[in-house]
């Protein structure tokens, strides 16, 4: 069964390569490129909430975000459930919810975050010092929270790879179900070559245009 389409598949690896690039160039003090892939996941992020209406059945935040109840149901049901229903789980669209949401903060923030020396956000002079100071505290705060969420991602994955006999990463480089048909419910994720073309081509756009903010800044 077809679960992840492309658009869906490139956003998840080029917001993993883009979030190791932020930090590590931050780490190394290299800000030209921090900005660079910072701004790339502004524009990934971007996408991925556009993509979450428009996007392949299992990328729709409809068909996979779901209330309090029903994670409560699926955590009690989960151990003795025979066949799985394809897709993110109801615990893991909050993860999700909750990675797009940190990282579309810590680029947010960042383009109106400064050092107080020699770098500024692409977008700093449009507020004021306070606010731009107390932005900047917020990145810096904000990365422990990434930390956090893409370690407990990594237990997640490993947790199922080792403990549930699930290949949840093959999945996402592949776009099908590692398990048996009779072992998988739920609707095919597939979509047509138009909708993905069309999928590649908002991507490509929304990350040029975030791209293109730096252009705002003011000569002077």
Aim: charged share 10%.
């Amino acid at each position: 069964m077809r679960v992840w389409d492309l658009p869906l598949r490139i956003f998840h690896w080029g917001l993993m390569l883009c979030v190791i690039g932020a930090v590590g160039s931050s780490k190394a003090g290299v800000m030209w490129a921090h900005e660079r892939f910072g701004l790339t996941v502004m524009g990934l992020i971007i996408f991925r909430l556009i993509w979450g209406f428009v996007g392949g059945h299992h990328a729709r935040f409809v068909n996979f975000v779901t209330g309090p109840r029903a994670v409560f149901a699926w955590l009690c049901s989960n151990s003795r459930q025979g066949v799985r229903q394809a897709g993110h789980s109801p615990l893991a669209a909050y993860s999700v919810l909750a990675l797009l949401g940190i990282a579309g903060f810590m680029a947010g923030s960042g383009s109106i975050s400064n050092d107080g020396i020699l770098f500024d956000g692409p977008l700093v002079h449009l507020v004021s010092t306070e606010a731009s100071k107390q932005a900047t505290s917020a990145h810096h705060f904000g990365q422990y929270l990434v930390f956090a969420l893409v370690g407990l991602h990594v237990v997640a994955i490993l947790f199922y790879k080792f403990v549930k006999r699930q290949g949840l990463t093959a999945a996402m480089v592949h776009g099908r179900t590692s398990e048996p048909a009779d072992r998988i419910a739920g609707v095919d994720g597939g979509i047509s070559i138009r909708h993905m073309l069309f999928g590649l081509g908002l991507m490509i756009v929304c990350v040029a245009i975030a791209q293109m903010l730096p252009l705002l800044r003011p000569v002077w």
